[in-house]
């Protein structure tokens, strides 16, 4: 009983390297799924903030809630922006978990230092795809 090698896939569905070739998603088209992880952990860290900004609004606390309010537009835009490959976007985001890195330190949260290092890097290891 000797091995014999596996058939070739049917016709049109292996990988030609042609870039004309709409059969196959390379790793370099698309959205990585690592920035889906970031901008969707965003969406929930805007959402929350909205909600926040709701009840600091309603408890008498108006100036505060506005300006957490227009932070989580803020982050909201960014986050689009990031998923279009914005440059603008990406810097932004740098500085932003930059002072997340920051803070994280000053208040000993070791756990959110190391998300905010590790999103650092990872924009860092994508950078080539923002304009």
């Known amino acids: 009983m000797g091995s014999r090698p596996p058939p070739p896939p049917p016709t049109g569905s292996w990988p030609t390297g042609d870039p004309s070739d709409s059969s196959h998603s390379s790793s370099s088209d698309g959205v990585p799924i ?5 901008v969707a952990v965003g969406f929930l860290g805007a959402f ?24 989580a537009a803020l982050e909201i835009v960014v986050l689009v922006g ?6 603008w976007a990406y810097a932004v985001a740098l500085v932003v978990f930059s002072l997340g890195v920051v803070i994280d330190l000053a208040t000993f949260d070791f ?8 999103i650092i890097c990872y924009l860092f290891v994508i950078s080539n795809r923002y304009e």
């Open 34 to 38: 690592g920035l889906w992880i970031i």
């Open 48 to 71: 929350l903030s909205f909600l926040g900004s709701m009840t600091l609004i309603s408890t008498g606390y108006g100036v505060i809630g506005i300006v957490v309010l227009g932070l």
């Open 82 to 87: 990031l998923l279009a490959f914005r440059f």
């Open 111 to 118: 756990l959110g230092f190391v998300i905010n290092l590790s």
